[in-house]
C-alpha cells in the first residue's frame, strides 16, 4: 500500500480579528496520493484557498490560527508544528502554490528569468550561477516561452504567459505537490485549455502531484484523479473522478453544483441554481452547515455534524440523508 | 528614451520661461522708481530723465521683459541697483553654498528617512512604529527656524559642539543641514512606511513567500524596489520646499548663501538682485524634478518600455 | 425629489466620514486642540487686554522668567508673552483661513472649468497652473511681499496665490474621475441639468478632498506666515504674531530662550493639530480603508 503524499487530518483553523473569529476550516480532511491530482471544488469562501495556504503554512501569523487537526507531508513530518525556517526550505522546493491572478503575481520591477533563478539560489545554492541559468533557460522552454524572453519584465507578457511563467517558477525544483489555485480562472478559455494540458504534461514529467482547487467542474473532469468537495470549511463528499461523476448518490450540495451547470443535451427551460447563500463563517448555523439550504434536510440535519461515510470504493460522502441510503438522483 | 527626455526637457523650458514671466510681472508691480533708488533723493530731474530712458525704464511692458530674457540667456542679469555691480557675479559666487546645504539636507533626510520609513512597516504598530511615526509627525510640524534656533542653542551655544554661524567648515554645515532636513525626513518616514505597507500586501510578495524567499530578501529584494518608486517623486516635489526653506535656515545660521542675498535685497529694494535669486532658485527646483523624472523612467521598467521601441 | 437626494447625499456622506473620523483618536485630538485654539482666538481680548498686556510696555519687569503672574514670562519690552500668545492665535488662524477661503474660491472656479470644457481650455488653464507650482509657496510669498511691500493684504493675496493651483487640481481631478462615469451618462439622459450634476454628484465628491487639502494647507500657511514674519517680512512689529515674536526674541535665545520656545511650541501645536487632523480626515476618506 503505498503511503499518501499528503495526509490531511481533522484540519481546523479560525481567523481571529477586532471583527470576530471566523471559522474557516472545520474537521477538513484531505489525502493525495503520489502522481495524483486533486481537484478541490467549492464556491468562494469555502475555504480552499485557506486549506491551501494552511498546507504552504502561509497563514497570516497575526490572524490565522490552527486550532486543531494535523497535516503529513511525505517524509517531511507534520507540517502544523514546524518552525518558520523549516517551512521555508520546503516551500518552493518541495512544495509549491501557484495563485489566481497572474497580472499581480509576478514582481513588476524585476526580471522574469531572475525571478525564477531565485528559487535555484534560495534551494539549490551548490549550483553554479552558469548551470541556474541554463535551468532557467530550460524551464521557460518547458513551459513554451523563449528563453530569450528571460530578460524580459512582467508587463511584457500576456495574461497566460505570466501564467507559464508562474508555473515555470513554482516547478522548478521538482517539487513533489503543486497546489494550484484556480489557475486559469483569470484567463481567456482557448488559453485556458493550452494552460492546463501544458500542466498536465508537466506534471507526468516530474512525477508531481496536484491539489487544483477549482470551480469549474469541466476542468475537474478533464484533468483530475480524484475529487473533493468543501462547503463552510469541511469536505462534504470526496472520491474518484469517476464515482463522483457517474455514481447516482450524492451529497444535496453536489447534486445542486451538477444541476447548476446548463447541458446541452437537456432542454431545460431555467438553470436550478441552489437557493441561498453559504453561511458566514463568523456565524456557522449548528448541525451540518448546509441544512439551511438542503432541499432534503431533516430533524437530525440542524443539531448534529454528519460525519463522512463510504458509499462505495473511494466514495464518501457527509451526510445524514445518504448515510441512510435515502439519497437517490 | 531620448524623446522623453527631450519632452521633459521641453516641458521644463516652457514652466521656467513662464515663471521668469510671473516673476517679472511681480516685480513690475514694485512702487518706486529704481532711478531714484540709484541716483539718490537729490538727483535732478534731468540726471534721473536720462538715467531711466538708459535703463529702458520707458520701454512697453513685454520689450522690457524680452530685453531681459534676451540678456538672461547671455548670463546678463543686470546689475544690482545698490552695488553696481552684475548681478550674476554675486549669485554665481553664492550658489554653491546653497546648494551644498540643500544637497546635505537631502541626503540626511534620505538617510535616516527611508530606513526608518521601511522599519516602520515591518514593525507595524510596534512601539518602533509609534515613537518615528511621533517623531516624524513633530518634525513636519515644527518651524525650521525654531528647530534651528533649538538645535543652536543646545548644540552650539550651550554644548559647544558645532559653530553657530557662518561657514568656516564642514562642521559649519551640519546644523543647518539637519535643521532643513527635518521636515523631508518626516515626510520620507511616512511615505516610505506606506508604500512598504502598499507593497507588502501586493500578490507578487505572497508568490515570493510561496518559493520559499526569507523576510530580509522579501523586504529588501522584492518590496524595497517596488516601494521606493512612489518615494522618488517626493523626493523631487519635496527638493523644492528645501529650496524654500534655505532661505529662512540661512537667515538663522547667517549662511551666505542666495537666501542672506534675496532677504537684503528685498529689504534695500535691490530689484534685479531678487529677481535673479528667485529666478535661479525656481530654475534649480525645475533641474531636479526633470531629474527626477528621467531618472524614474529609467528605473521603473514599465514606464521605460513605454519609450524605448523594440 | 432629486434635491432631497442630493441633500441626503452629502449628509450620508459627511456623516459616515465623522463617524470614522471618531474612531481616530489622534485626529480627535487634533479636532479639539484646533477647537480650543479657534476658542481661545475669539475671546483673545477678554482674556488678556491688548492695550495692556500685549503691547503696552513695562521696561521695569522686561525679561523677567516665567511665574504666577507672568505665566510664559515677559520679553525685552515688558510685555506679558502668555497674552501675545493668546492674541498672536487670533492672527495666524484668521490669516490662514482667509488666504485658504480664497484658494479655495478661485482654484474650484479654475479646477471646474478646466476639468468640465476640457481640450485647450483644460490644457492652457493646467499649463498655468504647473507654472505656478513649479514656485515653491515660500519664494512666491516672499516675491510677492518684495513687489507689493509687507503688509497683510499682500501676505493673504501671497499665500492665495501659492495655493490656488493645489485646489485647482483636486477639483479637476474630481470632475475628471466622474465625468466619463456611466451614471452622469444615466443622469442626462434622465433630464438632469447641468446645474443639478454639479450639485449633486461633483460637489459631494469633491469636498472630501477639498477639506484634506484644506486642513493641511492651513498648517503649511502658518508655518510660511511665521516663516516670513520671523525674517522680517511678514507681520509687523509690535503685532504680536508667533513669528514676529521670533523676529524680535532672537537676540535673547541664550539669556531667555523663553521668548523663543512658547511661541515656537505655539506654531507647532498649530500645525500638529491640522496635521493630524488633515491625516485623520485624509483615513476616513479612502474608501480602502473601510473596515
Known amino acids: 500500500m503505498a503511503n499518501k503524499l499528503l495526509e490531511i487530518r481533522d484540519l481546523t483553523m479560525e481567523y481571529r480579528t477586532d471583527d470576530g473569529i471566523s471559522k474557516v476550516l472545520n474537521n477538513v480532511s484531505l489525502s493525495l496520493d503520489e502522481g495524483e491530482t486533486l481537484g478541490l471544488v467549492g464556491e468562494t469562501g469555502a475555504g480552499k484557498t485557506t486549506t491551501a495556504l494552511s498546507i504552504m503554512g502561509l497563514l497570516p501569523k497575526k490572524t490565522g490560527f490552527i486550532t486543531g487537526g494535523s497535516i503529513d507531508f511525505d517524509v517531511y513530518g507534520e507540517l502544523t508544528k514546524k518552525r518558520e525556517a523549516e517551512m521555508r526550505t520546503i516551500r518552493g522546493h518541495e512544495m509549491a502554490m501557484i495563485f489566481q491572478d497572474p497580472m499581480t503575481s509576478l514582481n513588476p520591477v524585476i526580471r522574469v528569468g531572475d525571478q525564477i533563478k531565485e528559487s535555484f539560489k534560495i534551494h539549490m545554492p551548490d549550483l553554479s550561477s552558469a548551470e541556474m541559468d541554463k535551468k532557467v533557460d530550460d524551464m521557460l522552454e518547458m513551459v513554451g516561452i523563449p528563453s530569450s524572453r528571460k530578460n524580459d519584465y512582467a508587463h511584457q507578457f500576456s495574461g497566460g504567459m505570466k501564467q507559464r511563467v508562474v508555473i515555470a517558477m513554482a516547478l522548478s525544483c521538482e517539487p513533489r505537490l503543486l497546489i494550484a489555485d484556480e489557475p486559469t480562472t483569470a484567463l481567456d478559455v482557448t488559453i485556458q485549455a493550452q494552460v492546463l494540458n501544458m500542466m498536465k504534461e508537466l506534471k507526468k514529467k516530474f512525477n508531481t502531484s496536484m491539489i487544483l482547487i477549482t470551480h469549474d467542474l469541466g476542468i475537474v473532469a478533464q484533468t483530475c484523479d480524484r475529487v473533493a468537495v468543501m462547503y463552510a470549511g469541511t469536505i462534504i463528499e470526496s472520491g474518484s473522478v469517476n464515482e463522483i461523476f457517474e455514481s447516482g448518490k450524492h451529497h444535496p450540495y453536489t447534486t445542486g453544483l451538477f444541476g447548476s451547470i446548463p447541458d446541452l443535451k437537456k432542454d431545460t427551460k431555467r438553470l436550478s441554481p441552489i437557493d441561498g447563500l453559504m453561511p458566514d463563517p463568523m456565524e456557522l448555523p449548528a448541525g451540518c452547515a448546509f441544512h439551511v439550504r438542503c432541499p432534503k434536510c431533516m430533524e437530525i440535519c440542524r443539531e448534529t455534524m454528519p460525519k463522512g461515510k463510504v458509499v462505495s470504493g473511494t466514495h464518501m460522502i457527509s451526510c445524514h440523508a445518504a448515510e441512510g441510503g435515502m439519497q437517490n438522483e | 528614451m531620448g524623446k522623453y527626455i527631450l519632452q521633459r526637457l521641453g516641458m521644463m523650458v516652457f514652466v521656467v520661461l513662464g515663471i521668469s514671466f510671473i516673476i517679472f510681472v511681480i516685480m513690475s508691480l514694485t512702487p518706486g522708481n529704481p532711478a531714484i533708488l540709484i541716483l539718490g533723493q537729490s538727483a535732478s530731474p534731468d540726471q534721473i530723465a536720462a538715467l531711466e530712458e538708459k535703463m529702458g525704464l520707458n520701454n512697453p511692458f513685454f520689450v522690457r521683459y524680452f530685453d531681459y530674457i534676451g540678456?538672461?540667456?547671455?548670463?546678463?542679469?543686470?546689475?544690482?541697483?545698490?552695488?553696481?555691480?552684475?548681478?550674476?557675479?554675486?549669485?554665481?559666487?553664492?550658489?554653491?553654498?546653497?546648494?551644498?546645504?540643500?544637497?546635505?539636507?537631502?541626503?540626511?533626510?534620505?538617510?535616516?528617512?527611508?530606513?526608518?520609513?521601511?522599519?516602520?512597516?515591518?514593525?507595524?504598530?510596534?512601539?518602533?512604529?509609534?515613537?518615528?511615526?511621533?517623531?516624524?509627525?513633530?518634525?513636519?510640524?515644527?518651524?525650521?527656524?525654531?528647530?534651528?534656533?533649538?538645535?543652536?542653542?543646545?548644540?552650539?551655544?550651550?554644548?559647544?559642539?558645532?559653530?553657530?554661524?557662518?561657514?568656516?567648515?564642514?562642521?559649519?554645515?551640519?546644523?543647518?543641514?539637519?535643521?532643513?532636513?527635518?521636515?523631508?525626513?518626516?515626510?520620507?518616514?511616512?511615505?516610505?512606511?506606506?508604500?512598504?505597507?502598499?507593497?507588502?500586501?501586493?500578490?507578487?510578495?505572497?508568490?515570493?513567500?510561496?518559493?520559499?524567499?526569507?523576510?530580509?530578501?522579501?523586504?529588501?529584494?522584492?518590496?524595497?524596489?517596488?516601494?521606493?518608486?512612489?518615494?522618488?517623486?517626493?523626493?523631487?516635489?519635496?527638493?523644492?520646499?528645501?529650496?524654500?526653506?534655505?532661505?529662512?535656515?540661512?537667515?538663522?545660521?547667517?549662511?551666505?548663501?542666495?537666501?542672506?542675498?534675496?532677504?537684503?535685497?528685498?529689504?534695500?529694494?535691490?530689484?534685479?538682485?531678487?529677481?535673479?535669486?528667485?529666478?535661479?532658485?525656481?530654475?534649480?527646483?525645475?533641474?531636479?524634478?526633470?531629474?527626477?523624472?528621467?531618472?524614474?523612467?529609467?528605473?521603473?521598467?514599465?514606464?521605460?518600455?513605454?519609450?524605448?521601441?523594440? | 425629489m432629486i434635491r432631497q437626494t442630493e441633500e441626503i447625499k452629502s449628509r450620508t456622506q459627511i456623516a459616515s466620514i465623522m463617524h470614522r473620523l471618531k474612531k481616530n483618536k489622534l485626529a480627535m485630538l487634533g479636532l479639539f486642540v484646533l477647537l480650543f485654539m479657534i476658542v481661545i482666538a475669539i475671546f483673545a481680548g477678554v482674556i488678556a487686554n491688548?492695550?495692556?498686556?500685549?503691547?503696552?510696555?513695562?521696561?521695569?519687569?522686561?525679561?523677567?522668567?516665567?511665574?504666577?503672574?507672568?505665566?510664559?514670562?515677559?520679553?525685552?519690552?515688558?510685555?506679558?508673552?502668555?497674552?501675545?500668545?493668546?492674541?498672536?492665535?487670533?492672527?495666524?488662524?484668521?490669516?490662514?483661513?482667509?488666504?485658504?477661503?480664497?484658494?479655495?474660491?478661485?482654484?474650484?472656479?479654475?479646477?471646474?472649468?478646466?476639468?468640465?470644457?476640457?481640450?485647450?481650455?483644460?490644457?492652457?488653464?493646467?499649463?498655468?497652473?504647473?507654472?505656478?507650482?513649479?514656485?515653491?509657496?515660500?519664494?512666491?510669498?516672499?516675491?510677492?511681499?518684495?513687489?507689493?511691500?509687507?503688509?497683510i493684504p499682500n501676505l493673504l493675496i501671497a499665500l492665495a496665490i501659492a495655493y490656488i493651483p493645489v485646489f485647482a487640481r483636486v477639483i479637476r481631478s474630481t470632475i475628471l474621475s466622474i465625468k466619463d462615469q456611466e451614471f452622469i451618462e444615466a443622469a442626462r439622459a434622465c433630464g438632469s441639468s447641468n446645474r443639478r450634476i454639479i450639485m449633486a454628484h461633483i460637489i459631494p465628491n469633491a469636498i472630501g478632498p477639498i477639506i484634506v487639502q484644506a486642513t493641511l494647507a492651513m498648517g503649511a500657511t502658518i508655518l510660511i506666515i511665521a516663516s516670513l514674519s520671523f525674517m522680517g517680512l511678514g507681520v509687523k512689529p509690535p503685532a504680536p504674531e508667533w513669528g514676529t515674536m521670533l523676529y524680535e526674541g532672537r537676540e535673547f535665545l541664550k539669556q531667555a530662550p523663553y521668548l523663543v520656545l512658547f511661541p515656537g511650541g505655539a506654531i507647532t501645536i498649530s500645525v500638529i493639530s491640522l496635521n493630524l487632523l488633515g491625516d485623520g480626515l485624509r483615513d476616513s476618506l479612502d474608501p480602502r480603508l473601510k473596515n
Open chain 3, 50 to 151: 491688548y492695550d495692556t498686556a500685549v503691547i503696552g510696555q513695562n521696561i521695569s519687569i522686561r525679561l523677567s522668567k516665567p511665574s504666577a503672574e507672568h505665566w510664559f514670562g515677559t520679553d525685552q519690552f515688558g510685555r506679558d508673552i502668555f497674552a501675545r500668545i493668546i492674541h498672536g492665535a487670533r492672527i495666524s488662524l484668521s490669516m490662514s483661513i482667509i488666504a485658504m477661503t480664497i484658494a479655495v474660491t478661485i482654484g474650484a472656479v479654475i479646477g471646474s472649468v478646466a476639468g468640465y470644457y476640457g481640450g485647450v481650455i483644460d490644457n492652457v488653464l493646467m499649463r498655468f497652473m504647473d507654472i505656478l507650482l513649479a514656485i515653491p509657496p515660500i519664494l512666491m510669498s516672499i516675491s510677492i511681499v518684495a513687489a507689493l511691500g509687507q503688509s
Open chain 2, 71 to 310: 540678456n538672461m540667456l547671455h548670463g546678463d542679469f543686470g546689475n544690482s541697483y545698490l552695488t553696481g555691480l552684475p548681478v550674476f557675479d554675486d549669485i554665481f559666487s553664492r550658489f554653491p553654498t546653497t546648494l551644498k546645504l540643500s544637497a546635505l539636507a537631502m541626503f540626511f533626510a534620505a538617510l535616516v528617512g527611508i530606513p526608518v520609513g521601511v522599519i516602520s512597516a515591518i514593525r507595524q504598530y510596534s512601539f518602533v512604529d509609534a515613537i518615528s511615526t511621533t517623531l516624524a509627525l513633530l518634525f513636519a510640524s515644527i518651524p525650521n527656524f525654531v528647530l534651528g534656533l533649538i538645535l543652536m542653542l543646545v548644540f552650539s551655544l550651550n554644548l559647544h559642539m558645532f559653530p553657530a554661524t557662518g561657514v568656516q567648515s564642514f562642521a559649519s554645515y551640519v546644523l543647518p543641514a539637519l535643521t532643513l532636513s527635518a521636515m523631508t525626513m518626516a515626510t520620507l518616514v511616512r511615505m516610505t512606511r506606506s508604500t512598504m505597507l502598499e507593497v507588502l500586501k501586493q500578490d507578487y510578495i505572497r508568490t515570493a513567500r510561496s518559493k520559499g524567499a526569507t523576510e530580509r530578501s522579501i523586504v529588501l529584494t522584492h518590496a524595497l524596489r517596488n516601494a521606493l518608486l512612489p518615494v522618488i517623486t517626493v523626493i523631487g516635489v519635496d527638493f523644492g520646499y528645501l529650496l524654500g526653506g534655505t532661505v529662512v535656515i540661512e537667515s538663522v545660521f547667517s549662511i551666505p548663501g542666495i537666501g542672506t542675498l534675496l532677504i537684503t535685497a528685498i529689504r534695500m529694494k535691490d530689484t534685479p538682485v531678487v529677481m535673479a535669486a528667485i529666478m535661479f532658485v525656481t530654475l534649480a527646483y525645475s533641474l531636479v524634478n526633470l531629474t527626477v523624472d528621467i531618472i524614474y523612467a529609467f528605473i521603473d521598467p514599465r514606464i521605460k518600455s513605454q519609450y524605448e521601441k523594440r
